[in-house]
């Protein structure tokens, strides 16, 4: 047999695929054979017909094909392009104050606790499985500003398999928990220390907190570091109008928010900066001009009050965008929950505004998949099903937990049947989400240990 690939195939799965492309927010492909290699990649996409054909092309055992059920398909997974792992302890309380004391009556005195090597393990544990296995198979995290904690969350990614990006927190402004931030020179040091590391599935990012707990001198230390060694950045920008009239006190020298960063050269087609709900045009031209991308999370921005972030102006201005849980200011870590919240804010809006753009449902899964990976500059490698990428896969049972769509019979051919393989996000949850897949390997159901 002759076998193209460089490395031989090592599983095939046929049945339907379910993806967005540049071109189409969703394609449905049925009846398709796709071969995973030994590196995890997409070695070929054909058809379930020719299955004779291809086996002798890329050498597999016809027999050895997986085949998905009837109510099964499979879509990419899932990219949480922001994501506080460190929050993850008390997500779902304390949602009941606006974001600036939000942070100081209850997240600062959290995040200090990570301090505790032991503690940061168990929680990081929680986050890692929990996300995983709600379909996230990549997560952009924050931890917290302790540089042996932050690795650690790099290392239980990594062990469990799910691709990350990792951020060690640097703040040196903290009015409120004076124990809880660094010195600019202790974050600098740290910040060097930090962005060495690596594991197979993890990088790691350049996190000021946001501008205001950074000094000026310390966002030029990390600009500095993530231009010498081509890293990514995140931050949080503009959330609230509070935070906003603080930055512009604060920074008074600088014409916005965006260009606080964009002068000490925060902003790169490696950046991500979540929220952005008060942005003014002038800024998001800066974020087209720079290659910035904003992390939309819709779930935060009505649990804190904080705004609601108008998705089709920012897709208007050729932004980049993906979608995040922000955990905990978002009390769900599963980005089912933030397709719906996205849907839910592009409707609040239609509703103040009946001329609105309401976001398609079929738009909304895209920027949770090929978006996100999109936003993070990781879609050469992940997001959706062309050879060569990466297989980050879910597969989803549309019957597992008694699925709506199934159990109504619509008839084949009719509308309904062309959306089925779409009620997952919006009225399935992650029961549905039977296996999960990064890089090729199954890495949900947990393989448990002995
Ligand atoms: N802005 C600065 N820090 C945070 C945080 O931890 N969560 C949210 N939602 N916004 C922030
Ligand atoms: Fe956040």
New binding site residues.
């Given amino acids: 047999s002759s076998n193209e690939s460089a490395a031989g195939i090592a599983h095939v799965y046929r049945g339907t695929f379910v993806h967005a492309t540049y071109h189409t927010a969703v394609e449905i492909l049925e009846d398709r054979l796709l071969g995973v290699d030994t590196e995890g990649k997409i070695a070929f996409i054909g058809s379930g017909k020719e299955v004779d054909r291809l086996s002798q092309k890329w050498g597999f055992e016809a027999f050895a094909v997986t085949q998905l059920g009837q109510h099964e398909f499979f879509m990419p997974g899932m990219v949480d392009t922001h994501i506080?792992a460190s929050?993850y302890s008390y997500a779902g309380t304390a949602l009941d104050m606006p974001?600036l004391q939000?942070?100081n009556m209850y997240?600062f005195p959290v995040?200090a606790c990570y301090k505790d090597l032991e503690f940061a393990r168990n929680v990081y544990t929680h986050v890692v499985k929990r996300t995983l296995r709600n379909g996230t198979t990549t997560a952009c995290y924050?931890a917290t500003i302790h540089t042996d904690a932050s690795l650690l969350l790099g290392q239980i990614a990594n062990d469990f398999g799910q691709r990350a990006l990792v951020g060690k927190v640097c703040m040196d402004t903290n009015n409120f928990i004076p124990h809880y931030k660094e010195t600019p020179e202790e974050s600098e040091g740290e910040t060097n220390r930090w962005v060495i590391n690596s594991y197979p599935l993890v990088r790691p990012v350049v996190t000021p907190?946001?501008a205001?707990?950074c000094s000026a001198a310390l966002l030029g230390y990390l600009g500095e570091i993530a231009h010498n060694n081509d890293l990514h950045i995140q931050?949080?920008i503009s959330?609230t109008k509070e935070?906003v009239n603080l930055v512009k006190e604060l920074f008074p020298d600088y014409d916005s928010y965006t260009d606080v960063y964009h002068r000490h050269n925060l902003l790169t087609d490696k950046t991500v900066l979540?929220?952005g709900c008060h942005l003014t045009d002038g800024e998001l031209k800066l974020f087209r001009e720079t290659g910035a991308s904003i992390a939309h999370?819709p779930n935060?921005n009505i649990s804190?009050c904080?705004g609601m972030l108008d998705v089709r102006r920012v897709l208007n201005h050729k932004v980049k965008l993906g979608l995040g849980t922000?955990v905990?200011?978002?009390y769900s870590p599963s980005m089912l929950d933030a397709v719906r919240r996205t849907l839910d804010t592009s409707k609040a809006l239609t509703i103040q505004d009946t001329q609105y753009h309401t976001l398609t449902f079929e738009e909304v899964f895209r920027l949770a998949t090929l978006g996100g990976s999109q936003a993070l500059s990781l879609d050469e490698n992940t997001g959706n099903f062309e050879v060569g990428k990466d297989f980050d896969a879910l597969r989803v049972n549309t019957d597992a937990a008694g699925g709506p769509i199934d159990l109504i019979n619509h008839g084949e051919g009719s509308f309904f049947m062309s959306l089925f393989p779409l009620s997952i996000p919006p009225s399935g949850d992650d029961r549905n989400i039977v296996e999960v897949y990064v890089a090729g390997k199954r890495v949900v159901p947990f393989v448990e240990g002995p």
């Fill in positions: 506080h929050q974001l939000w942070l997240t995040e924050f907190r946001f205001p707990s931050s949080h959330e935070e979540a929220h999370c935060s804190l904080s922000d905990a200011g978002g």
